[in-house]
């Protein structure tokens, strides 16, 4: 069965190094993913009132796209994306009654809804049908020398149920890149919120947040921490300005999306690794290495 | 501060709002403190998350609706996870956030945003700031 992929916004623009390093990836590993035709914002955050239902239009309507795709499954790389559209899926799954109400907001969608769609990150289909072992022996360039602290943030792991890993301690990102040939570093901060969406009217409080994560992954012995979601790697990449600025012992690190590491091991070439993008420029690191 | 304690209070409209918007029995919680101990932004809140639960259940609308906590709360869902009584704390702080914001009691003021905070920041980050701090 073909397997949908849903962006999301933010792989279309800041986070295009994301999406190339991932779809790079999944050619060297032979998994075929299709864009979807048309989609549109999924709500990025899941709406937490009782009677909101309207805000879960939009993850629907995508939901709907995947079904018109003439597919069963969507994967995402956004974790925020990954979060909510699959807590509506299950939502309305849960509750037939509120289904029934957003159906009669549906006035142009051809096929109806019926929460048949399932909703998966990459991760998963890394971890659970493809296998860590077989990505391992598709590894062309051996990360040895790289010490990498996995951060998991939020929406990957919690609620319980939509996370796809233990709530406390998740491990597929750190299995994921043993299995690259990197060195897993653990770190106490590895599932504690960035700070999210205040990053627009306090960025100081991400500064708080990152100098915690960081320094603690620094003092773990981690080279580089990878990442999942596209606002948790603006706010510990790019949040590192206004982070140096506050605490004058704050020592800068960069920050690299775990497909772009995945890119590496398995051989693309640096115009999918899209370096630009970053704040803290992870090529003399990576040189020093000897993997780029 | 003197905070007067009523059963009016306790049987009001407001503490039955919370609870029909949040989906939560607020009288589950007996304060063992779990959800401030390991909330990350506590050092930015006013009332505890424990506190908040507390508060809700006395009905002490006014407490509420004027602390920062409730915007400071940023959903990462640990309170939720870590409940021994299984209550979903940020559904709580949201529906807390949705009686302001349904009263048109925006967070922020879009158009007092600089331009360089809204250029300096993705869509992800814009879409959902504007989603949970405006109605």
């Known amino acids: 069965m073909k397997i949908s992929y849903y962006p999301g916004c933010t792989l279309k623009s800041n986070a295009k190094n994301f999406e190339d390093s991932t779809l790079c990836s999944l050619k060297e590993l032979g998994i075929d993913v299709q864009e979807l035709k048309r989609w549109n914002c999924c709500g990025t955050v899941y709406s937490l009132a009782t009677d909101d239902l309207m805000h879960h239009l939009a993850s629907i309507r995508n939901l709907i796209h995947v079904k018109e795709a003439q597919t069963d499954t969507v994967m995402t790389l956004c974790a925020m994306c990954y979060n909510t559209l699959k807590r509506v899926n299950e939502r309305i799954k849960a509750d037939p009654e509120s289904l029934e109400k957003i159906h009669k907001f549906m006035d142009e969608e051809k096929v109806p809804y019926q929460g048949d769609v399932k909703v998966r990150h990459l991760l998963e289909l890394l971890r659970d049908d493809l296998k860590f072992e077989n990505i391992a022996k598709k590894v062309k360039k051996s990360l040895k020398d790289l010490k990498v602290a996995s951060y998991y943030g939020c929406l990957l792991v919690r609620p319980k149920d939509i996370g796809f890993d233990d709530l406390e301690n998740p491990r597929v990102l750190d299995d994921l890149m043993n299995a690259l040939g990197a060195k897993a570093v653990d770190f106490p901060y590895k599932t504690e919120c960035c700070g999210a969406y205040q990053t627009v009217d306090k960025p100081e409080v991400i500064a708080e947040r990152t100098y915690s994560i960081l320094t603690s992954a620094r ?74 | ?70 915007w400071v709360c940023a959903s990462c869902y640990t309170c939720n996870v870590r409940c021994p009584k299984g209550i979903k704390i940020a559904e709580v702080m949201e529906a807390l956030r949705q009686v302001l914001l349904r009263q048109r009691h925006d967070h922020i003021d879009i158009p007092k945003l600089t331009d360089e905070q809204k250029a300096d920041v993705p869509a992800i980050a814009l879409i959902s700031n504007f989603r949970k701090f405006t109605s």
């Open chain 1, 219 to 292: 003092s773990q012995g981690a080279d580089v921490v990878a990442v999942s979601c596209p606002l948790c790697a603006f706010n510990l990449d790019h949040r590192q300005k206004e982070t140096a600025h506050k605490y004058s012992d704050f020592k800068k690190m960069p920050i690299l999306y775990f497909t772009q590491i995945m890119a590496i091991a398995l051989g693309c070439e640096e115009k999918d690794l899209g370096f630009g993008l970053h704040y803290i420029d992870p090529k003399p690191l990576l040189k020093q290495k000897g993997l780029i």
């Open chain 2, 1 to 70: 501060m003197r905070t007067i304690i009523s059963k009016k209070k306790i049987r009001g409209p407001f503490v039955q709002k919370i609870e029909e918007l949040s989906g939560q029995k607020l009288l589950v919680c007996y304060q063992c403190g779990k959800c401030s101990a390991g909330c990350p932004a506590v050092n930015e809140m006013d009332i505890l998350p424990n506190q908040v639960i507390r508060f809700a259940q006395l009905g002490l609308k006014e407490e509420l609706l004027e602390s920062k906590s409730i």
